[in-house]
């Protein structure tokens, strides 16, 4: 057997034929496959002395491993495909092996390495419960923006363009798609959450047999205690060993743990692990509890596991409640294994105009005859679904109409080439001159002339004639919030290229943020999708991407028509902020009344059950 380092023109047994893209396109090989080849070309390969490409220990999949990225014994890797024309980056987390072959770091890139070549080898795996992320966007600095998935992305895209632009009749971009529908809605006023947990008493219990449950769970009541927010709402707090009626805490060691008690009846029970928030009790003592966000998010929690455990919604406002009246939603989840006939358990959920909330659920094999109204429903979601069942999220069913809501790998991209040009000239290495500040701060048009001859005697007082932008800052630490300094910023920017402070999250620039804000609906290929993105500007980094759902109408004449018709109600359904802490719902809020209320069943069917054990012993 021939090494693999050797040149494809001795190795003999292979028959080589040289092909055009469209005789390759014909025989099989599609466009995403060649695209794939060129990037492994730019990104893995070398071209050697007779100008052949050669890729030596290549891979199949290609791992592109940034500078940043080693974690000790594991390293981030992050994966390129191509898929269905979409460019996707996923990260993966390698760790050290002792194996006689591995992938080993060549050039930036993972590259299947011999033991005997001296380096340290990886295989795939992680953490447990641990998941490592390339952060999707940064506009801080640019190397930060390249460490990230956009600026991965746009080092693909421009490489592609500068190395093989005879390949292309029209070269690889992100897709601009006219939106249907935009909006950036207000988010829900926490208040709500407020209001009904305000004037309650919250139960803290733990099995006093653990020592640091027992610990963690006088520090909380201890902390409620001491916390004027709590005294504001007018919420008290008491500690025993079992639950009482109304709003309890059980702190448990993990979800685990053996003494986890479900709520039943009038008692509502939340619960709290040590493990998710034991670091509280590292914190500074003068902190409010209501400050940290987890805690806040389980009170959240516990008041929404309330209002299904009594059938009625108290937190959403009026106006969200008629919004879910609206519609009936429907969650689907397979019960069977990979290889058994699927078993798919339905769940719905009917909200009346008061708040009242009813909970349906069946059960159904795919071979099955449905004989109710819910089960023949239930089929059309999963008949209609074939193929995309891993990426279902639900249905909702209005009077007339069936909408099935699916997850995609589809994500909304700002202009990074924009974004990066801007990066780029308010890169902190960027050289300037004590003289073109003053002649721009001289230049800057404001009615604030008090400031602006200020700020010029300031810069007369540099030392240096020459410095960088970093320098700049860090010397004359300006405000760069005030109108006078970012008409400074852009006065030296018009007259130099180079920004003294990156502007590109003011709202002039909104054009560069497409899909990154607010909620909109839009169409791709005959398909229907919506995004929902952050409500308020992002504070210079973003750690995932915006992603796209799609939205399907079953059996409708007017598809494009009849999502548009209930696109305003569905939107003020993911207004909410009770669901993901001062952020927009992904999927309507109901939805997670269903979740609740199956997580809910699961719990008390497995305390049932362990409770029949024991008597049977």
Known sequence: MRKRTAPLTEVKALKQTVLTFDQAITTGISTDMLLMLLIKQMKQ??????GSYRNDYATSDLYLVPKWSARGN???AVKVEVKNHVLRLRTETFKKTLDKQGFGLVDGCFKWLPKSNGQPLFKVGGIKNHRNLTPFLSVEELDQFEKTKLGIMNDLITGLGEQFPEYFKMFPTPCEVPLAYYQRPKLSSTSQVWQVLGENQLHFFANYEQPDVLKMTQFLQAKTVQSSRFKELKISSTVGKQPVDGLNIQVVADLDDSHYICGSGKRVVQHLTLTNFSKLMLKDEKWDLLDDTAFQMMLYQLGIKREVMTAQLQIPSEVEISAASQFRYLMLDNLADKKSESLIRVTRLTVSATGKLSFEKGIFRESDVANTELLKTAHQIWASSTRRHSYLVGAIQS??????????YLITVP?????????????GENRLSRSELITAAQATVTVDETGREQLVQKLRTLDQATLTVRQANTVLKLNWKTKLMQAFNNQFFEDTGIWLHIPVRQKRFDAYWAGTYGMGLLELQGRHYYFVGNHQLIKGKQARAIPLKQIEVLNSSRPKADIQAIFQAFESLLQVDFVRFNRYTVIPFPFKYIREYLDLEAHLAKEEASLNKHKTR
């Open 74 to 76: 594991f390293q981030v």
């Open 399 to 408: 009077d007339t109409n069936l909408f099935i809501i699916y997850g995609t």
């Open 415 to 427: 202009d990074s080439a924009k974004l990066k040009a801007h990066l780029v000239a308010a890169d």
């Open 45 to 50: 390969g070398q071209v050697d002395t007779n």
